[in-house]
């Protein structure tokens, strides 16, 4: 049975009402042993509240910053859990889910990045319902928990290889007598063609007997199906991502799909100080894996922004009286969102053309 996932409640005590308000609809979730919440009301008498507080934050694989003017105000709450709990989902340790509760200019914030609930982002206390919008939480975060369980649930099925030798020492080592020599077993050729060392890094081929097979794998294989379908794959690093992605991309080429891979690691540092220049270096990066040598600056008119020209030059260069439909495939992608406004319009692009289709 799975063990249910840690979710760490960070929160001013200014919005207590509204968080109890949320735990009530958490509760299912509970029941059915989905997570397990913690909150500093659960301190017990004499008990050092700064240490639990530390302690249970570390120890949770789901954290809530439940988003208002108090808690933005809070240094406790800015300063110390939100810190800790950014770096622990920058390192892939903890998923951060924001919580709009009450409206608040949070622009700029280092969580502002994540993806935020009630839907859209709209604070709990402008919705009409309120019951409505944390059902809505209560949705994101059963997702999250499942999500966060399969991740949890495949480390612990990778455990480190044990120790096959040591050294003899001195004493241990004889001339082995002729009776003694036996020779050794000889595995046949069935046998010895099943065992194969891979290299851990990077995505796993196609035919790897150690890739494990995702949850969402046959659901990326329907989308893919799909017009204009827009399928973002996330988890932490060395989870398996790119492996995944290498399996859409098969499943794309047996549908007759072009396919394009792009990886963000191997642009270069000055691209994404420009967006223009992003931008450019993107479409001619699609168009040089189909064959397409058009220059895309004779392409590209100052007078629109970057995403009209990318969008005229996908149309008419690479889509326009073309039959088999395209399949980019962008890895390392979070590269992005260490760039607030590329970020904001690459982004923007990409979901423009999903929502167009």
């Known amino acids: 049975m799975e063990e249910p996932v840690n979710v760490f409640f960070s929160y001013s005590h200014k919005d207590e009402r509204l968080r ?20 500093d009301r659960k301190i017990s008498a004499g008990t050092e509240w ?8 570390d120890a949770a694989d789901i954290i809530l910053l439940l988003i208002s003017a108090d808690f933005l105000a809070s240094s406790y709450c800015y300063e110390i859990e939100m810190q800790r709990a950014i770096a622990r989902h920058e390192a892939g340790d903890a998923r951060v889910i924001p919580i709009i509760l009450k409206p608040v200019d949070w622009s700029g914030a280092p969580f502002g990045k994540l993806q935020a ?4 982002a709209k604070a709990v206390t402008t919705w009409s319902n309120r019951d409505e919008a944390f059902t809505n939480v209560a949705q994101g975060i059963r997702q999250a928990a499942q999500e966060m369980s399969e991740v949890l649930r495949q480390r612990r099925t990778v455990e480190p290889l044990p120790e096959t030798h040591s050294d003899p020492s001195p004493d241990s080592i004889s001339d082995p007598s002729p009776d003694s020599i036996s020779e050794p077993p000889q595995a046949n050729q069935a046998e ?9 890094e990077g995505s796993m081929g196609i035919d790897s007997g150690f890739y494990i097979h995702s949850p969402y794998e046959e659901r990326c294989y329907e989308e893919i199906k799909k017009e204009g379908a827009l ?3 996330k988890s932490p690093r060395n989870m398996g ?18 396919t394009v891979t792009l990886n963000l690691d191997l642009a270069n540092q000055k691209l994404f100080d420009d967006l223009d220049k992003y931008m450019q270096w993107f479409c001619a990066s699609v168009g040089k894996q189909l064959g397409v040598r058009v220059k895309v600056e004779d392409d590209w008119d100052e007078i629109f922004g970057a995403n009209d020209n990318s969008t005229d030059y996908f149309e008419k260069h690479l889509l326009e009286g073309a039959e088999q439909p395209l399949v980019v495939a962008i890895d390392n992608f979070d590269r992005v969102f260490k760039y ?4 904001t319009d690459f982004c923007g692009l990409l979901r423009g053309w999903h929502e167009r289709s």
């Open 340 to 343: 607030p406004d590329l970020e």
């Open 231 to 233: 399928i973002r794959i």
């Open 192 to 200: 010895r063609n099943e065992v194969s060392y891979e290299n851990p």
């Open 241 to 258: 991502k790119s492996s995944l992605m290498v399996r859409v991309l098969a499943q794309a080429k047996q549908l007759g799909y072009r």
């Open 50 to 57: 700064a240490q639990a507080i530390d302690d249970n934050l």
């Open 20 to 39: 109890d308000r949320l735990a009530v609809h958490l509760s299912m979730l509970q029941q059915q042993k989905v997570i397990k919440s913690w909150h």
């Open 117 to 120: 609930f009630p839907k859209n």
